[in-house]
């Protein structure tokens, strides 16, 4: 079983993809499902604050959630929806509670970096005591600059043990970056290491040393192109088997831990 943990449709920019071509791309490499982690939308992503620039700080997400739901209701068997979630947004808890009985089974990918917060604050504890409740996964961007880094999610997860948290990009391309999500990941068991967007095998295969393959995922970010631009599926697949784990582990962070996660052997 092969799940991407990481991917998003939508009709806006390079990131356009119907749910229609993200299965036609998804059956030409081998994978059974995604992880639709919300989705790149003009009617969010054009969003305009009061000065009138562009900008993600004063979207609820609101659309994109609903039309997350709409393909996973569509294909079921292919897609699990999570929801995007801005903790700018006074209603972000109720928003979480509003999608989970929707059948929501995760939140994230939150933002920070693109919203511009930090995740460690008020608003995300008051998230994570819903995600508690409705047994969600909360997965969100990790990389080197202030707003995304693993050190929020590690503070966090250590607050909230009863909660899994998904580090997006566990790092991204930053190996500073990386190796502190390793690390953190090391100390909470309930981090996980998502692998899209990161660029060293060398620190997948150290995050499998670390914290064993069972919390090591496979995500590709959107699989969107093959010409190595946009996070293409052959760059992020060969980037798991370039890390030369063994074939268990391979299954393992290829779908097999995200399956276990999400409990898609029980339910779809």
């Not at 995007?84 to 999608?99: K, R």
């Not at 080197?144 to 998904?166: D, Q, R, T, W």
């Not at 150290?206 to 995922?217: N, T």
Request: proline share 3%; aromatic share 12%.
């Amino acid at each position: 079983m092969v799940i991407d943990s990481h991917c998003h449709l939508g009709d806006w920019g390079i990131w356009a993809i119907s749910a229609e071509e993200k299965i036609k791309r998804y059956d030409a490499f081998g994978v059974d499902k995604g992880v639709l982690m919300g989705g790149i939308y003009g009617a969010d992503w054009g969003g305009r604050d009061e000065a009138g620039a562009q900008s993600l700080r004063c979207s609820n997400f609101k659309y994109t959630n609903e039309k997350t739901l709409e393909a996973a209701r569509k294909y079921p068997g292919r897609f699990i929806p999570f929801m995007w979630l801005n903790l700018l947004m006074p209603d972000a808890a109720e928003d979480v509670e509003y999608f989970a009985k929707k059948g929501i089974r995760g939140i994230g990918e939150i933002l920070p970096l693109n919203c511009r917060f930090q995740l460690y604050c008020d608003a995300a504890f008051k998230v994570c005591e819903i995600a508690q409740k409705y047994n969600l996964p909360m997965a969100s961007h990790t990389g080197p600059e202030i707003y995304g880094n693993p050190l929020h999610m590690i503070s966090l997860a250590a607050e909230f043990p009863k909660v899994n948290f998904i580090m997006s990009h566990m790092g991204w391309y930053d190996q500073g970056a990386t190796e502190q999500a390793i690390l953190g990941a090391s100390r909470c068991k309930n981090i996980y290491l998502e692998t899209s967007s990161s660029s060293y095998p060398k620190l997948i295969k150290e995050a499998v040393k670390r914290i064993g393959a069972e919390r090591v995922l496979f995500g590709t970010d959107n699989g969107m192109e093959e010409d190595g631009w946009a996070n293409d599926f052959r760059y992020e697949m060969e980037k798991i088997k370039a890390a030369k784990l063994s074939k268990k582990e391979e299954e393992m962070v290829f779908g097999l831990n995200t399956a276990r996660l999400l409990g898609i052997g029980n339910r779809c």
